[in-house]
């Protein structure tokens, strides 16, 4: 029970993880380069969240300030490559990791400046709740979270698969110069990822704000977790960054639990360095040659 | 020049176009007329792509206009271009490999609404090219080359244009399958009404298929004539088809004196 105990946070760990993972993975695929202000989005999705839902603030209920929360965070992702990176289009990819890296600083320091920097937490109606399945005790947290989870993760795949515009983002990431040939607007289209990963972001901010409490600089050091998890899936892959992100996210408490202390903090990047030398493409990779 | 259209389909003057600081193409005229097959001879850069791109949006001219049913199109994105009525079968194919033979034919139908008129359209494309209907639910990556240039013509058709640029299409292909595919190019041509501007370096194939050849050499047209009257030249035959001009006499005495190209 203690295992299926530990597996469950850590799921709903992952599920987090695997979250921040996708943004990364659908800005690589859109632009194909880094997008290193994820974390930061997320910790702006989550202050935003606060700002909706918290008592003090504008005291909404949990859905409407989390869909606010999204809005807001899409509006922010697509104005964002819409006026700044679309500047460097076609630069280096270089050029935009330097970019997105400023852009996190310039984030941290603006939700620093507005929200201050103590940690706050996000107020839900489930806070402290438990769910009790036989001697297994799930916080309702939890498995709000996987919920979540699952269900956002079913509509991005549905959308991509089934619907005109996803078919069109898959289409300008594997080609975007036919892509360009065939009349897809790639521009507008690689703007329209930018919004969706800011709705991501800001979905799983809110998400972890439940759980716990946010500070600006908690987008850092979780989002490089989120980027290792995404490596470890296969940057490039969708599928591949939840389950990079469920890994990461199962492997920390079982780590903390059984190996000596501290070696949560550094199993992560234990697994992606495993991966990168067993599996340099990552677990899912999509591996394709041209053929002449 | 013996055989010119009143008006033509597309009409591109003194174009001059630059590829990064190279440039590319130096004051380019040539004329498409409606319902006609005409194609581009020349060498590795010569700027044959270069000219394919200005056409269909990807590139924007130096100097130099372009006209398309009479407007002006120059420095119009593909987007617009593709909805007017030209689409751009790249060279070297470009399928998208990880999207399946009907999405990358639904990507071609991007700028359509019509469904119904679409899902007609994928049937005729698969009645041109049945392998495709067989490989319907397939990446396109796993496709042969073949049938990867079959899936890049179809997927050009399927915007409904009224001029295709067809970028190289017998490149890395067998002769078979080269024969194959400027069969159905050519019904295309006559059954759907699809006006082609067809960019070779395969001349025998090129000429034998289009009605009109234009030379560009270095960014510049050195020569234009009917198909025919480019099959019959000297320079064509000997430059471009690769046949010595006088194959009677005693080639080794002939070939004492390298033939230098007329326009030089």
């Known amino acids: 029970m203690d295992i299926l105990q530990l597996l469950v946070s850590g799921i709903a760990n992952g599920c987090i993880y695997g979250l921040l993972a996708l943004g990364f993975v659908l800005i690589y695929k859109a632009s194909e380069a880094v997008n290193f202000a994820q974390g930061d989005m997320l910790m702006l999705g989550a202050f935003l969240g606060i700002a909706f839902i918290n008592t003090g603030n504008a005291d909404l209920p949990f859905l409407i300030g989390l869909t606010l929360s999204a809005l807001v965070m899409g509006i922010f992702g697509y104005l964002l490559d819409r006026f700044v990176l679309r500047g460097i289009f076609g630069q280096p990819q270089f050029a935009m990791v330097i970019l997105t890296i400023a852009l996190g600083f310039l984030i941290r320091f603006a939700a620093g400046a507005i929200w201050g920097h103590d940690p706050v937490s996000l107020q839900t109606p489930f806070a402290g709740r438990t769910l009790e399945l036989g001697s297994l005790i799930v916080p309702v947290v939890d498995a709000v979270i996987i919920l979540a989870t699952v269900a956002l993760t079913t509509t991005l795949y549905f959308f991509f698969a089934h619907t005109r515009l996803g078919v069109a983002m898959q289409a300008s990431s594997q080609n975007q110069m036919a892509a360009y040939y065939m009349g897809i607007p790639v521009k507008r289209v690689n703007s329209i990822v930018w919004a969706l990963s800011g709705v991501v972001a800001a979905i799983a901010g809110v998400l972890f704000a439940a759980k716990g409490a946010v500070e600006p600089s908690v987008g850092l050091l979780f989002g490089i977790k989120a980027f290792a998890a995404a490596v470890i899936g296969g940057l490039g892959s969708l599928p591949g960054a939840l389950a990079g992100g469920l890994l990461v996210g199962i492997v920390e408490p079982f780590a903390a639990r059984y190996l000596p202390a501290g070696s949560s903090q550094i199993a992560p990047y234990v697994l992606m360095l495993l991966v990168l030398i067993l599996r340099p493409g990552g677990l899912f990779a999509q591996i394709s040659q041209k053929k002449v | ?264």
């Open chain 2, 1 to 264: 020049m013996t055989v010119r259209a009143i008006s033509a389909l597309l009409d591109v003057r003194n174009l001059e176009t630059f590829y990064g600081p190279v440039m590319a193409l130096r004051g380019v005229s040539i004329e498409v007329p409606e319902g006609s097959i005409v194609t581009i001879l020349g060498a590795n850069g010569a700027g044959k792509t270069t000219l394919m791109k200005t056409v269909s949006g990807a590139l924007a001219p130096h100097k130099g206009n372009i006209q398309f049913r009479g407007q002006r199109i120059d420095g119009l994105e593909p987007d617009v271009l593709v909805k007017r009525g030209i689409a751009h079968v790249p060279e070297g194919r470009e399928v998208f490999p990880f999207l399946s033979v009907a999405e990358n034919l639904m990507m071609g139908a991007y700028t359509r609404r019509d469904r119904t008129e679409i899902s007609r359209d994928i049937d005729m494309v698969y009645d041109y090219f049945p392998i495709l209907r067989e490989r319907r639910q397939q990446n396109a990556g796993t496709l042969s080359g073949g049938q990867q240039q079959m899936l890049a013509i179809g997927r050009g058709l399927m915007s409904r244009p009224s001029l295709m640029l067809l970028d190289e299409p017998s490149l890395g292909l067998s002769p078979l399958l080269v024969q194959e595919i400027f069969a159905i190019v050519r019904r295309l041509n006559q059954e759907q009404g699809v006006t082609i501007l067809l960019v070779e370096q395969n001349a025998h194939v090129a000429l034998q298929t289009a009605d009109y050849g234009y030379v560009l050499e270095t960014g510049r047209i050195v020569m234009a004539g009917s198909a025919e009257k480019l099959l019959n030249s000297d320079d064509i035959r000997e430059f471009y088809l690769g046949q010595s001009a006088d194959q009677d006499s005693d080639a080794r005495a002939d070939k004492r004196w390298k033939r230098k190209k007329t326009w030089r």
